[in-house]
């Protein structure tokens, strides 16, 4: 009943089939990564929210090379981990990081070096304000000073920006678009950690015109719901070569196949009468 199974065209379709599905199959596992990935990353979000702040040197690797370079790379367990650092800010190397998004609206992003004891810096992203007034989203505002004297700061760990954008001086303030820590530090006469803090508290406060980053989290549920989808696309392939088969063997034909058919069956001749 099956043996048509055997035929080049069918082994080719089977093949086809079985090449789709294992395709699918994989693109579902890399999708089980990535979701993986993502719910670990929100898990340590929320885990970290509530634990008390330690050290930066802790956490972060400490830098000792020349002026303008950033120290070892962080490991990526560090993201997020909330840590704790007192210094001087260095109000002389603001810098404003354009077209940054916080509740719907554009604006800048302001990180401040805090120059620490030993010669090194952490940069601080002390918050988010608005563009000034009839100017557009690049409108560069004015900025809050910055505490004189020793600040200490709560704040958490985010891992540089991978894609490094042009770093520019204007008005004596540095600017660019993407939070790249090692293509910041070349323009800071000391050594940077390599990754940056978001400000949480400090003591003195922080000036209220800034408003707090956000912390988002990842949409892990997007990866959940493209595993889903992978895997039933792999599984209806399959189910639709073995209904094709069964399809096949109860000899379901098209009607023009089972016209072709009764015409050749008309065609044969009629097989003989006993006695005639």
């Known amino acids: 009943m099956y043996r048509f199974l055997l035929t080049p065209r069918w082994l080719g379709i089977l093949a086809l089939t079985l090449a789709a599905a294992a395709v699918m199959v994989l693109l579902g596992n890399w999708q089980l990564s990535r979701y993986q990935e993502r719910a670990a990353i929100n898990e340590r979000i929320d885990e970290t929210a509530t634990l008390a702040p330690v050290p930066v040197d802790h956490v972060l690797p400490r830098p000792d090379g020349p002026a303008g370079t950033v120290g070892p790379a962080t490991p990526a367990g560090a993201a997020w981990t909330r840590v704790t650092v007192t210094g001087r800010y260095d109000s002389t190397n603001v810098i404003m990081i354009r077209s940054r998004t916080v509740a719907s609206r554009v604006g800048f992003e302001v990180l401040t070096p805090l120059r620490l004891a030993d010669g090194s810096a952490v940069l601080v992203d002390r918050g988010w304000i608005p563009p000034a007034e009839g100017g557009g989203a690049l409108a560069r505002p004015e900025v809050p000073a910055v505490p004189s004297g020793e600040v200490t700061v709560v704040g958490r760990v985010h ?118």
């Open 159 to 276: 891992l540089s920006e991978s894609k490094p954008d042009a770093v520019t001086r204007r008005d004596g303030r540095i600017e660019t678009r993407r939070i790249a820590v090692p293509a910041l530090a070349r323009e800071l006469p000391y050594p940077v950690y390599s990754a940056y803090l978001l400000l949480d508290e400090q003591t003195p406060a922080a000036d209220p015109a800034f408003s707090a980053i956000p912390i988002r989290h990842e949409n892990d549920w997007q990866n959940g719901g493209y595993v889903v989808q992978w895997w039933l696309f792999a599984a209806m392939a399959l189910v639709g070569f073995c209904w094709a088969a069964r399809r096949e063997a109860r000899g379901d034909l098209k009607d023009g196949d089972r016209d072709r058919l009764g015409q050749d069956r008309l065609d044969q001749p009629a097989p003989a009468t006993p006695g005639g």
